[in-house]
């Protein structure tokens, strides 16, 4: 059974750092990885998706890297700016399923001005 | 395109009452899925529909969960009847395959009372 974990849960950092979110998996068969951002009282956007074959994406300030033999993505955002607080979860297709997602529990963002 | 659309935003009800939530996915996507999600259990996948086929829904907790998808525009969620412990935010998701980003509505919050 797949499972997703995110290291830290909760993260407060000052305006202009650059900063690394954790994800890890247990089941490392998996087809991507998808990195989602979510607001308060919001629905998930997705950020960047990793096929299976990458090892990593990039956009903007953000860069997601995919170790799949070691069951680890990173997702990393360069500059932080106060708009980037907001809730980062990873997810991966549960064990089985190219469609289904397993979805960490996220990491909580506060970027201070 | 207006991305995925739910409605109502928000419900309250009473418990016992029977409760219907509604989504519009994003028009061309062929695979949909509802997800609740709350503080103590994070994101759970109910059930997916394929092609307007309903795939999987393992996930769906009791029989007082039922779901349909009539055409590839529409989809029902409907709980009959409502408890409290059904209190908590729906959404609904639509891709275009399983190598596509998974795009999210904002939610119902629903609240049993």
């Known amino acids: 059974k797949q499972e997703v974990t995110q290291i830290p849960a909760a993260l407060s950092v000052p305006e202009g750092e650059n900063l690394v979110l954790n994800c890890s998996f247990t089941?490392?068969?998996?087809?991507?990885l998808q990195w989602f951002r979510q607001d308060p009282g919001k629905g998930l956007t997705s950020l960047l998706l990793?096929?299976?074959?990458?090892r990593e994406q990039t956009s903007g300030r953000l860069n997601a890297s995919l170790d799949k033999s070691s069951g680890r993505s990173t997702l990393y955002i360069a500059a932080s700016q106060p708009g980037d607080s907001a809730t980062y979860l990873c997810?991966?297709?549960?064990?089985?399923?190219?469609?289904?997602?397993?979805f960490g529990s996220g990491t909580q963002l506060t970027v201070l001005p | 395109d207006a991305g995925v659309i739910q409605s109502p935003r928000h419900e309250v009800t009473e418990m016992g009452q029977e409760v219907t939530l509604r989504c519009k996915p994003i028009?061309?996507?062929?695979?949909l899925f509802w997800y609740r999600q709350t503080m103590m259990r994070g994101l759970e996948l109910l059930i997916y529909?394929?092609?307007?086929?309903?795939?999987?829904d393992s996930g769906m907790p009791e029989d007082r969960f039922s779901a349909k998808m009539p055409n590839a525009s529409f989809s029902t969620l409907k709980i009959q009847p409502s408890e409290p412990r059904d209190s908590a935010v729906y959404f609904c998701?639509?891709?275009?395959?399983?190598?596509?980003?998974?795009?999210f509505g904002n939610g119902t919050r629903l609240t049993v009372t």
């Open positions: 998701a639509s891709s275009l395959g399983e190598h596509s980003p998974l795009h």
């Open positions: 089941d490392s068969a998996i087809y991507n």
């Open positions: 990793i096929q299976s074959s990458q």
């Open positions: 997810a991966v297709p549960t064990s089985g399923s190219a469609r289904q997602l397993t």
């Open positions: 028009s061309g996507h062929n695979s």
């Open positions: 529909f394929n092609n307007n086929v309903p795939i999987d």
